[in-house]
Structure formats: structure tokens, C-alpha cells
């Protein structure tokens, strides 16, 4: 039960971390829109986040358990991750 509370506040952190980051990933994509051809900005920044919080989820539980984490333990950083969605969502997309 430690291990899930540890990978919960470590996805909780980095989340609140990449949120932080949104405006400066917004200014990046309009600065170089020219290159990347990005059509929807806050889809592009909720896809980084998420990609963001689902890799260091899974860093964080090789770690802790000192090996490669099992598909089980992947579908439970993803299950813990994915609840998470609708905060996300608001979060990024509640200024538009």
C-alpha cells in the first residue's frame, strides 16, 4: 500500500508540474507552429502532459521496485494516471 501512495503523490507532483509548464508549452507551439503544424494547441499540450505523468509513473515504479514494473503494475500507473483525466482536461482546457 505504500508503493501506490508513493506513485500516487509522485503522479499528483508531476502533474502539478506540467500544468505549471502549459503556458510556456503554449508560447513554444505558437513560436514554431510553423514547423510543427499543430491544429489544436490544448490537445497537443494535454497529450504531452499525459505522455509526461504516464513515463515517470512508470519510472518511478521501476525504481521502487528496483526492476522492470510488470503489465499489471503499467495497467495500475495507467488506471491511477486516468483518473486523473477530468482534472486535467478542466485544467488545460478551462480557459478557452
Same mark, same amino acid.
Given at each position: 500500500m505504500v508503493e501506490d501512495e508513493q $506513485?500516487?503523490?509522485m503522479i499528483t507532483q508531476t502533474i502539478e508540474l506540467a500544468i505549471t509548464q502549459k503556458?510556456? &508549452?503554449l508560447?513554444? /507551439?505558437?513560436t514554431s507552429n510553423d514547423i $510543427?503544424? /499543430?491544429k489544436d494547441k490544448n490537445e497537443?499540450?494535454?497529450g504531452l502532459i499525459m505522455g509526461q505523468v504516464l513515463g515517470l509513473g512508470i519510472a518511478? $515504479?521501476?525504481q521502487i521496485k528496483q526492476g522492470q514494473p510488470t503489465p499489471?503494475?503499467?495497467i495500475k500507473i495507467r488506471d491511477?494516471? &486516468?483518473k486523473t483525466v477530468p482534472q486535467i482536461r478542466e485544467r488545460i482546457f478551462g480557459d478557452e
Open positions: $506513485l500516487q503523490t503556458d510556456a &508549452y508560447k513554444e /507551439i505558437e $510543427l503544424k /499543430i497537443f499540450v494535454f518511478a $515504479l521501476t499489471e503494475d503499467q491511477m494516471v &486516468y
